[in-house]
């Protein structure tokens, strides 16, 4: 301000040496004070209009910092699909208002150049400014491949966890496969006709030909399938199970039914179970 004064009054002074014949030094004092105060309006102008671009600037620098922050306590928690969020939409709030900051600084840069401010303390700020951003911008890129780094290595993560539960889902379908295949059990019941028919029962033996037909048994799982029906009021066990392992009974309609009493037992014999009936 001191400065602009100094400036003002050297210039009156030189008016009032050069004031055209003919016009009162009052007149021509109070035309050149005009001039003089358009000159200094409009330097302000300038001056404020820079300056205001520079706040603008620095102020897009501290929410980029905030954004900063943001990001870094999500990525502690990226198991989370809102974290995820916040890093995706901090991240591209970042990269938009690096290219803000980067665009104000060249038009900061052309304003001062076509301005008649010719200041250098102005062109030193806004070179200092222009180091600030690149400083953040070098930050970020190490922070995005920090991002990506740590993506790569969940996915590889992620790859593992999948691979190693497709094997155990293979490993424990197989054991299932397998404990199913050892709780297998067979019966069939028909009569005498019908079991010889099928080479079930030949000669008064039971399963004693190597080619009886196999399909003709109902397969069951003898962890829970303990309760058997013959829909006969006539039935005669051909195959040998432990007794005190079963109870041969019949229904309220006088049909006979089997139930297991101790599976493991009953089947220890055989899988097999053959009953006749009429």
């Not at 995820?84 to 060249?106: G, P, S, T, Y």
């Not at 037909?213 to 039935?235: E, G, L, P, W």
């Not at 009953?266 to 053959?274: D, G, I, N």
Request: aromatic share 6%; glycine share 6%.
């Amino acid at each position: 301000m001191m400065k602009k004064m100094l400036i003002a009054a050297s210039g009156l002074l030189l008016l009032w040496a050069c004031t055209p014949k003919g016009q009162s030094h009052d007149e021509a004092m109070l035309g050149q004070i005009d001039s003089l105060q358009r000159l200094i309006d409009e330097k302000d102008v300038e001056l404020n209009d820079i300056m205001g671009s520079i706040n603008e600037v620095q102020e897009g620098m501290r929410r980029i910092n905030e954004a900063q922050g943001r990001v870094t306590i999500a990525d502690g928690n990226r198991e989370s699909a809102s974290s995820k969020e916040v890093i995706r939409e901090n991240m591209e709030f970042i990269q938009e208002a690096l290219q803000q900051n980067r665009d104000m600084i060249a038009q900061l840069k052309e304003k001062l150049r076509n301005s008649t401010l010719h200041a250098d303390k102005l062109a030193k700020a806004i070179e200092n400014l222009q180091q600030q951003v690149d400083d953040q911008a070098r930050q970020i890129q190490e922070l995005k491949a920090q991002l990506a780094e740590k993506d790569a290595q969940l996915a590889e993560q992620g790859e593992q966890i999948n691979a190693l539960s497709a094997e155990n889902t293979a490993k424990g379908e197989k054991i299932s496969a397998q404990d199913a295949e050892l709780h297998k059990a067979w019966f069939v019941f028909g009569t005498a006709s019908e079991l010889r028919e099928q080479k079930i029962l030949a000669k008064g033996d039971v399963l004693k030909s190597g080619d009886f037909n196999k399909d003709y048994f109902t397969q069951i799982d003898i962890r829970y399938d303990k309760d058997i029906k013959f829909y006969s009021k006539s039935a005669k066990m051909l195959t040998s199970h432990p007794s005190g392992s079963y109870n041969l009974v019949k229904d309220k309609q006088g049909q006979y039914e089997l139930h297991i009493t101790d599976p493991t037992k009953f089947w220890s014999v055989s899988k097999y179970l053959v009953v006749q009936v009429k």
